[in-house]
């Protein structure tokens, strides 16, 4: 469980690294410990300039025990307002394959809250914060 716990983390931190750059968002998190099932969840509520907060989305973090040492995670990612979701699993050797597993997630919820997909996404990997902004080359 120690995993989905920095799974959940991680996620966190790259879904305040999406909402950087937008002055009118902010995320309120609450997070779920169910120990006979072995998840942790994530529940988010936005809330906007006036400070109303709207249900947004929840993710499920269940680790998957393996023999060979490499931990996997299935993910359940919900959209509260629509109820839709969607079950990814997220396979966790290095940081790099991490972020792109991560990727995964953050898409889903750049949807929800109509984001654009700024690329690099930092993700909560580095010590900086946010989209990493290139300099434009001549």
């Known amino acids: 469980m120690d995993r989905s716990i920095e799974i959940i983390n991680i996620l966190?931190?790259?879904?305040?690294s999406i909402?950087?750059?937008?002055p009118d968002i902010q995320i309120h998190y609450t997070r779920m410990f169910n120990f006979s099932e072995r998840?942790?969840?994530?529940?988010?509520?936005?809330?906007n300039e006036q400070s109303v907060r709207t249900p947004m989305g929840r993710?499920?973090?269940?680790?998957?025990?393996?023999?060979?040492?490499?931990?996997?995670?299935?993910?359940?990612?919900?959209?509260l307002q629509t109820g839709k979701e969607q079950r990814i699993v997220l396979r966790l050797k290095?940081?790099?394959?991490?972020?792109?597993?991560?990727e995964k997630v953050?898409?889903?919820?750049?949807?929800?809250l109509s984001i654009p997909?700024?690329?690099?996404?930092?993700?909560?990997?580095?010590?900086s914060r946010g989209a990493h902004k290139n300099p434009p080359t001549e």
């Not at 966190?12 to 305040?16: C, I, K, Q, T, V």
């Not at 909402?19 to 937008?22: H, L, T, V």
């Not at 953050?106 to 929800?112: D, Q, S």
């Open 19 to 22: 909402i950087a750059d937008e």
């Open 12 to 16: 966190r931190s790259g879904l305040e």
């Open 39 to 47: 998840r942790v969840s994530i529940r988010m509520e936005v809330s």
């Open 117 to 127: 997909d700024r690329r690099p996404l930092d993700g909560g990997f580095s010590s």
């Open 59 to 79: 993710i499920d973090v269940v680790e998957i025990p393996s023999k060979n040492g490499k931990v996997t995670c299935n993910c359940v990612l919900a959209e």
């Open 106 to 112: 953050f898409g889903f919820f750049r949807n929800v």
């Open 94 to 102: 290095d940081s790099t394959q991490r972020e792109k597993e991560c």
